[in-house]
């Protein structure tokens, strides 16, 4: 059954990545939870989709206990998550002005989901390969997936997913068709795709098999996954 995963929680229902967002995505039904991890000056990983917060300062730049209360740490986040599962991105790109080189932010983010999820609980995404890799340098039993906007040839996608021994594929909503899921899948590579709320749209992907569906809206995507389940 397509996992139904709540994008930065339940996104349109709460404020993104706050731990009221991330309840709320349960009580809605969500599988799973998408969440962003940074570091902050002190090295705790803390969830957020922005590099900056709103006045200006820096996270990289900021202490852990000096960040609003809007800004939870990983640790607290999986907590909120309890029971669901939890795909982590790493927010980890060359551009980013918190850029880390060292891509040490892995190191931290393997021990929280060892503490906190287990392997059978989690996937951590990045669009930045060479952050997975250390991941994997530090614990290779957490699954891992690589995130893509913008694929170019969908082929070349599916094999470089591969050559990286990634768990899932997780590309952009309007680059999936159904021959880009049945090769992801032939390679043993799951498909969860981003950033879906139209229920139309949700009906199209589950029908092209994809393996999970990151969501604003968790509430229509149990509704749209239960009743085409019930349905078959």
């Known amino acids: 059954m397509t996992l139904v995963i709540a994008h930065r929680g339940a996104s349109a229902a709460a404020a993104e990545n706050t731990l009221e967002a991330f309840r709320l995505a349960r009580e809605l039904g969500a599988d799973w939870v998408e969440l962003d991890a940074r570091r902050s000056a002190d090295g705790v990983v803390v ?58 932010v892995s190191d931290a983010v393997a ?13 951590v995404t990045c669009f930045n390969v060479d952050t997975l890799a250390r991941l994997e340098a530090v614990d290779p039993t957490i699954p891992r997936g690589w995130l893509t ?11 470089r997913a591969s050559a990286h ?40 992907l589950i029908g092209f098999g994809v393996d999970g569906i990151i969501t604003n809206v968790p509430d229509v995507g149990r509704e749209v996954v239960d009743r085409l389940s019930a349905g078959s």
């Open 165 to 204: 021994g990634m768990t899932t594929i997780n590309p952009f909503d309007s680059t999936v068709d159904a021959s880009f899921v049945r090769r992801a899948h032939e390679a043993d590579i799951e498909v969860h795709v981003w950033t879906v709320d139209d229920p139309e749209r949700m009906e199209q």
């Open 111 to 123: 021990g929280l989901v060892q503490a906190y999820l287990g392997s059978e609980r989690s996937l």
């Open 47 to 104: 969830v957020s989709h922005d590099a900056c917060l709103p006045d200006g300062r820096m996270i990289v730049e900021t202490n852990c206990d000096d960040l609003p209360e809007s800004v939870p740490s990983l640790a607290e986040a999986l907590e909120a998550c309890d029971s669901m599962g939890v795909n982590i991105e790493i927010k980890n790109l060359p551009e980013d002005p918190d850029y880390d080189a060292d891509n040490a």
């Open 149 to 159: 906007f913008d694929m170019g040839n969908p082929a070349s996608a599916v094999e």
